[in-house]
């Protein structure tokens, strides 16, 4: 591809994310979560669960360290993706900015509790009750259930090879357990 093929393509740089994007997506929307693990079935409660899968991918993708411009094609996806659901719900373009504003820097909170929590000993129940379930306990097993589920997942992760966690084929969650 010319130099001017690159700088006038049509296709964005971080197309090559997508696949792993919808992956994330994809996990973030498994009826266990919402059924079995009490996550709140709404828009908060997906933002928040996807937010999850997401932070567990980057912390992952973060151990290679020449993947620096993948995971921030794989943010950028992110952004895209938020904004554009802001504005499907009705958020007018004044304030769409600042919303997702707020959602990145949720985002990086989750990443550095999910981080604290799985590979430093913070308690993940701790995390995912601010960060999922938003200081309200859900009852009987459910903060149990999804924290063994993440914790899970998180390691499944680690067993993956990067090119493939790009790639879009990343552990089903359900089945990390």
């Known amino acids: 591809m010319s130099f001017f093929s690159k700088i ?7 197309a090559g994310m997508r696949p792993l994007y919808e992956a994330i997506v ?3 929307r498994q009826i266990a979560w919402y059924e079995e693990g009490q996550v709140p079935d709404s828009i908060d409660g997906r933002f928040d669960m996807i937010a999850a899968i997401f932070a567990l991918v980057m912390i992952r993708l973060e151990k290679d360290e020449e993947r620096g411009q993948d995971i921030a094609w794989l943010t ?5 993706d938020m904004d ?3 504005r499907q719900i ?3 373009e004044m304030v769409v900015g600042k919303h997702v504003g707020r959602m990145m820097g949720a985002l990086g909170g989750r990443v550095g509790a999910y981080r604290e929590a799985l590979e430093n000993g913070a308690d993940l129940e701790d995390a995912l009750l ?5 200081g309200e306990k859900p009852d009987g097993g459910a903060l149990s ?3 063994e589920r993440i914790t899970a997942y998180h390691a499944a992760l680690q067993g993956c090879q990067t090119d493939e966690i790009i ?6 969650s359900g089945a990390a357990l």
């Open 8 to 14: 006038f393509s049509k296709e964005k740089s971080n």
């Open 26 to 28: 994809r996990e973030g």
């Open 76 to 80: 950028e996806i992110f952004i895209s």
């Open 84 to 86: 554009g659901q802001l």
């Open 90 to 92: 009705g958020i007018g």
């Open 130 to 134: 601010r960060n999922i379930f938003r």
């Open 145 to 147: 259930y999804v924290a």
């Open 167 to 172: 790639a879009g084929h990343i552990p089903d």
